[in-house]
Each structure stands twice: as C-alpha cells, then as structure tokens.
C-alpha cells in the first residue's frame, strides 16, 4: 500500500467530481438526484486505478488492497466535503443548502455541518461499497482468497 498512490489517485475522483458538480451547477441542474449516480463512475475509475496499480507492483493481500481502494475513495469525499463547505459557506451557508435539503433523506432542517456529516456518513458508505465491489474482480488476482494451499485438501478424487 502506498499512501502517494492513495492521494493521488483519491485527488483525481476528486477532480473529476468537483468537475462534474461545477458542470451540474452551471446547468442548474443540481438538484436532479440520479445524476449524483455518476459520481460512482468516477469512485469506481480511482479506486480500480489505485488496486491496478497495486498489482503492477505486486502488493499482495486482499485485506491491503481493500484497505488501499477505501482509502482512495475516503481522500476524495473528504477532499470533495471540504469543498462543499467552503463553497456553500461563500454561496450563502444555511440558505444554499436549503435547495439542498429536497433531496436528501433528511429530517427537520439540518445546519450546514449536519448535511455535511449526512454526506460524510453516505460518501463513506458508498466508499466501503465500491472498495468490497472492485475486490471482488481483483481478489483472485491479488490473493489467492479461494485456493486452499493445504497438501492434505489438494488430492485428487
């Protein structure tokens, strides 16, 4: 595992939705939910980058390639809510996530922080989920996870 690998490529599913959020934001079409979807296209583009590229230098083990792909993926929703912040913060605060609140399954009217913690808590589950997802297409190449390496199992029948 190699935390610079982790960084960068967490930084570019960053980039990629920060990109598209901006794109979303200039259509004003934000608050369209299924396009939030996409984002997972880019989760799953850095995270399979991040374990490909384990496995180019032949980092073994599925449990140090799970660990690598959450991370990357938790650089990037840490990345993107700081910047949410920062940018609702400059938009207007309270009252820009106000157009927010729509469409979010959140009860009563949560204070700017709050939303953030409800995306960090949906980030980090849809971080988990991408991790476990994309190993399951690696794991027989990252580890042998379904061979039993034991001479008394291996016998021919």
């Known amino acids: 595992m190699k935390i610079s690998r982790i960084v960068i490529n967490g930084f570019i599913i960053y980039i990629a939705i920060a990109l598209f959020f901006t794109f979303m934001e200039v259509l004003g079409i934000t608050e369209q939910v299924y396009l939030?979807?996409?984002?997972?296209?880019f989760v799953i583009y850095g995270v399979n980058r991040t374990i490909k590229q384990d496995y180019k230098d032949r980092i073994k083990g599925y449990f140090t390639n799970l660990t690598s792909a959450f991370l990357t993926a938790m650089v990037s929703v840490v990345?993107?809510?700081?910047?949410?912040?920062?940018?609702?913060?400059?938009?207007?605060?309270?009252?820009?996530?106000?157009?927010?609140?729509?469409?979010?399954?959140?009860?009563?009217?949560?204070?700017?922080?709050?939303?953030v913690m409800g995306l960090f808590l949906e980030g980090s589950a849809a971080s988990l989920i991408v991790a476990f997802a994309m190993m399951q297409y690696w794991k027989n190449k990252v580890d042998a996870v379904n061979v039993v390496d034991d001479i008394n199992h291996n016998h021919p029948e």
């Not at 939030?36 to 296209?41: A, C, K, Q, S, V």
Request: charged share 15%; hydrophobic share 45%; aromatic share 20%.
């Open 36 to 41: 939030r979807l996409i984002n997972f296209i």
């Open 79 to 115: 990345l993107s809510l700081v910047s949410f912040i920062i940018y609702a913060e400059i938009r207007g605060g309270e009252a820009y996530i106000d157009g927010y609140i729509e469409s979010f399954i959140f009860g009563g009217d949560p204070s700017l922080y709050q939303f």
